[in-house]
């Protein structure tokens, strides 16, 4: 049987029964064609606003099959997309027409703890990762959702709870393995192809398909301090002057989030709390743990909490604490900016938009950063950005289609409020799908020149250009 597909740039074109039995035959993994029930399953996505259909995916298995896939595509010049954990916000793992490389079968973790590096294959979890580095008492500067996907996390730079004690997730990978536009495999350090790995740290998926990572591994838990805290949303501004008061003198072991939402139906929140504007202050602690409760001390004498969570736990566990909040299926709309400063204008700015909120899942999200970020120069990786302080997350989220103007026009509407506030970047892995050309420039500020040479080198006819892409 053949099938409709499309070209790299876009044209429609048929790939015969004779091609695809070849492509079948090269690989290791299945094939899935429309129809078939692990067709509908793997092109699914975590943003269900997003509802796309790929000629066919490729289920790869290891490294040989990722590189069958991109010289197949190569070959018959078909559209190509690559899907680690699906957890992005744009979605771009899948493109209609196109052959979609999904390698989230591809999970193992080999955690070396005298090398201190964890071996991660591109399919990996965060929370898989997490699940093996804590044996050994370590960790790697991942994200705040054990769901995330490891490899689109990293690929866009990756900020998470250690990012103020050690930078950005790529400032801590020592080596990415990866399947260039030829179809070769390639290993990018420090030593060999460095132009590369200085790109592939924060440059996405602009390079070719990366086949494993050697995340850099931190003595860390497994006991912590952190949780949530929330309180009454007309109590905004004195939670949210406090944690101001605290972050400003605190050392690198500790890391603030903070969100203005609707309290939801949470077991740890006071029932008649439910439903109602709270403030929620989120916090990791990883020093020495009498240290971390005489450094939150001042949060928790505010009193008149309607939830308390912020207690001594297993990292691994914070580390899904927030994964409720971002559930497969909803219907999600991001705007981002890195911000200099937790200002009074912030605050303010914040507290107004959090009134408009239209829906009970969405929330105004700020994580704190700075600390260990600026102890590199900004052309350390393609991410730079390490003026940045805080990121502004304007997270909106609900449930059905008809709701799609009004929750995505809030959005919009309460960043074109605070964009004035941003350092002038934003974070690439925040951007969503209808966001290119000057956003992505801005994600890379000053470095995106030297990533559009690199593109021209390793990608010159963009056969990588399902990502938020560059220009060549």
Not at 259 to 269: D, Q, S, V, Y
């Amino acid at each position: 049987m053949s099938i409709g597909a499309r070209t790299a740039d876009g044209r429609e074109m048929t790939l015969t029964k004779e091609k695809l039995d070849a492509l079948r035959t090269a690989l290791r993994g299945p094939v899935h064609l429309p129809g078939e029930p692990a067709y509908d399953e793997s092109r699914s996505l975590w943003n269900a606003m997003l509802d796309r259909r790929p000629a066919l995916v490729a289920r790869c298995l290891g490294t040989a099959d990722i590189v069958a896939c991109v010289r197949f595509a190569r070959e018959h010049d078909v559209a190509l997309s690559i899907k680690g954990g699906g957890h992005n916000i744009a979605g771009l793992a899948v493109c209609d027409g196109a052959l979609m490389i999904d390698t989230s079968a591809m999970r193992g973790v080999v955690a070396d703890p005298r090398a201190k590096v964890a071996y991660a294959q591109p399919g990996c979890l965060l929370g898989d990762v997490d699940r093996e580095t804590q044996l050994h008492g370590l960790a790697a500067v991942l994200g705040f959702v054990s769901a995330t996907g490891a490899a689109g996390l990293t690929l866009g730079g990756g900020f998470g709870y250690l990012t103020r004690r050690f930078g950005w997730t790529c400032d801590n990978v020592r080596a990415i393995s990866m399947v260039t536009a030829e179809g070769e495999l390639v290993r990018a350090s420090e030593d060999e192809h460095a132009d590369l790995f200085w790109g592939l740290r924060g440059g996405g998926g602009n390079f070719g398909v990366a086949t494993g990572f050697e995340h850099e591994l931190h003595a860390v838990g497994p006991e912590i301090l952190g949780g949530v805290m929330a309180w009454p949303g007309e109590r905004a501004r004195e939670v949210l002057g406090v944690v101001r008061d605290i972050s400003a003198r605190a050392p690198r072991e500790l890391t603030f989030a903070t969100m203005l939402r609707l309290a939801p139906p949470a077991p740890w929140i006071a029932k008649d709390a439910h439903g109602k504007p709270i403030v929620g202050v989120l916090a990791c602690w990883t020093g020495n743990l009498d240290e971390g409760e005489r450094v939150l001390a001042p949060l928790r004498a505010l009193g008149g909490s309607v939830g308390d969570v912020l207690a001594r736990r297993p990292y691994a566990m914070l580390q899904s604490m927030l994964d409720a909040t971002q559930p497969k299926g909803r219907r999600y709309y991001w705007k981002a900016e890195y911000l200099p400063a937790y200002s009074d204008a912030l605050v303010d700015k914040a507290i107004a938009n959090a009134a408009r909120i239209p829906s009970p899942h969405s929330a105004l999200v700020t994580f704190q950063l700075g600390g260990a970020l600026a102890d590199r120069p900004s052309d350390f990786s393609a991410a730079g950005n390490r003026d940045a302080a805080w990121v502004l997350n304007i997270t909106s989220q609900w449930e059905h289609a008809k709701d799609d103007e009004a929750n995505v026009e809030w959005a919009r509407s309460a960043w074109r409020d605070m964009r004035e506030l941003s350092t002038g970047g934003t974070y690439v892995n925040f951007l969503t799908e209808d966001e290119g050309g000057d956003r992505i420039r801005s994600a890379y500020g000053e470095n995106y020149a030297r990533l559009a040479e690199l593109k021209r080198k390793w990608d010159p006819t963009n056969v990588f250009r399902a990502n938020k892409n560059i220009a060549v």
